[in-house]
């Protein structure tokens, strides 16, 4: 069972012997990104640790997994990540048995940075009963397409509106977005260079003893509030565009439709459709 933490991007999945928390693009050390370009920001690690917390007091989890861009530069370690990152960690640990870390495309050298007990899982994501989850940047191992529900993060989705003044408001969403499940399977049996023998889910079923059953994609909102997002309601969020590349693999496949993408505040409010918010964006 998935339920959102509501008003926070964050997400609970209720399995048989646990409680996972799930959360998303942490991008720590974003401030220090800035400072090079001149802007000089305290660092929000602090306020992102202890929002963190109040979420885990409230939810009790018996593990967390983090999905992807715990860091926010690529591939080196800033002098404050060195700092904020094993801070958080060793504050975390005390009150969550078990964290898991899914790397995503910002998580270069994250290991040195993690406790030992932190884990790092693979980056074509993990399975999790029912629920397969991955960040996003990469296409999730093939095995991640017998779940109903995949979950992912990366594309820091917000809405866009411009009220009659001229004000822009922009804000944090969820997308739910509809999968067709043999048409996911064939994209990623053309990503793994596998020819199609009958038809996707047969060839599934014989390279990786896999029936497909993706019908719903869930795009957690970013974890750090201070970061932008991208307004889904503005973006062709799939197969044109400058946004094209960023989105990565499964959103840029026939088999995620996102136009028909759900659209829900933090709170939980439904907005509509990708394709309805985007006559008012
Ligand atoms: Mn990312």
């Known amino acids: ?37 001149g802007v000089y920001i305290p660092s929000q690690t602090p306020r992102i640790l202890s929002r ?44 969550v048995p078990n964290i898991q870390v899914v790397p995503g495309n910002h998580d270069g050298n ?8 932190v884990n790092i899982l693979p980056v074509t994501g993990v399975k999790i009963g029912d ?33 009659p003044f001229g004000y822009r408001i922009t804000a944090q969403v969820w997308a739910k977005i509809p999968c067709n499940k043999t048409r996911l399977a064939q994209s990623v ?26 019908s719903q994609l869930l795009i957690l909102p970013c974890f750090n509030e201070f970061l932008g997002g991208r307004p889904v309601n503005r973006t062709t969020m799939g197969r044109r565009g400058r946004y094209r590349e960023f989105v990565g693999p499964i959103l840029r496949s026939k088999g995620a439709h996102s136009e028909d993408a759900e659209i829900h505040l933090l709170d939980g409010t439904f907005l509509g459709t990708i394709s309805q918010l985007k006559t008012l964006g």
Not at 142 to 149: A, F, H, I, N
């Open 52 to 95: 963190l917390q109040k979420i885990v007091k409230m939810t009790k989890p018996t593990r967390l997994i983090i999905l992807g861009d715990v860091k926010h530069t690529v591939a080196k370690v800033e002098l404050r990540e060195w700092q904020d990152i094993p801070n958080l960690f060793e504050t975390l640990e005390k009150s």
């Open 131 to 163: 629920v397969g989850l991955f960040h996003g940047h990469a296409w999730p191992t093939p095995e991640l397409l017998g779940c109903r529900t995949l979950i992912m993060g990366h594309i820091h989705p917000t809405v866009a509106f411009r009220d």
């Open 1 to 37: 069972m998935l339920t959102p933490v509501q008003p926070y991007p964050a997400l609970v999945v209720r399995g048989k012997h646990q409680r996972l928390l799930v959360i998303a693009d942490l991008h720590i050390g974003w401030e220090v990104a800035l400072a090079q370009e």
């Open 189 to 214: 049996l053309k990503a793994l260079n596998i020819k199609e023998e009958g038809s996707p889910s047969r060839t599934l079923k014989a390279h990786f003893n896999v029936a497909p059953a993706t």
């Open 110 to 117: 994250l290991e040195p940075l993690l406790p030992e007990a």
